[in-house]
């Protein structure tokens, strides 16, 4: 397992940016697919994207509907970081978001990654 440290949560108005990075410890990072997801209040944790392991030919990376187009997920490997850029920010993209690690993309995706991150609060005002 890998320790998550996410930051870059705020208030944003409507239309604004943000980007969220989540720092991992351990020499294993880059082999780990990787993935955020958030939590709005009184609603069920859901997933927002996530990216795999660099291999020979790259990483492949996968979005929520809701966030496609608008979130991009990129990691860099040198400084154990993913992040998250997010764009034309939303009122109902407000929530908790968690970084999570798991060395399996289908157990990430399914909301079962072995580490998660303590979150960061993420509030776009209208």
């Known amino acids: 397992q890998v320790q998550l440290v996410e930051s870059g949560g705020g208030l944003v108005q409507a239309g604004g940016s943000l980007r969220l990075s989540c720092a991992a410890s351990?020499?294993?990072?880059?082999?780990?697919?990787m993935a955020w997801f958030r939590q709005a209040p009184g609603k069920e944790r859901e997933f927002v994207a996530a990216?795999?392991?660099?291999?020979?030919?790259?990483?492949?990376?996968y979005y929520a509907d809701s966030v496609k187009g608008r979130f991009t997920i990129s990691r860099d490997n040198a400084k154990n970081t993913v992040y998250l850029q997010m764009n034309s920010l939303k009122p109902e993209d407000t929530a908790v978001y968690y970084c999570?690690?798991?060395?399996?993309?289908?157990?990430?995706?399914?909301?079962?990654?072995?580490?998660w991150g303590q979150g960061t609060q993420v509030t776009v005002s209208s």
């Open positions: 351990g020499r294993t990072f880059s082999r780990y697919a």
């Open positions: 990216i795999t392991a660099i291999t020979w030919n790259g990483s492949n990376s």
């Open positions: 999570a690690a798991d060395a399996s993309l289908v157990v990430i995706r399914l909301g079962n990654a072995g580490s």
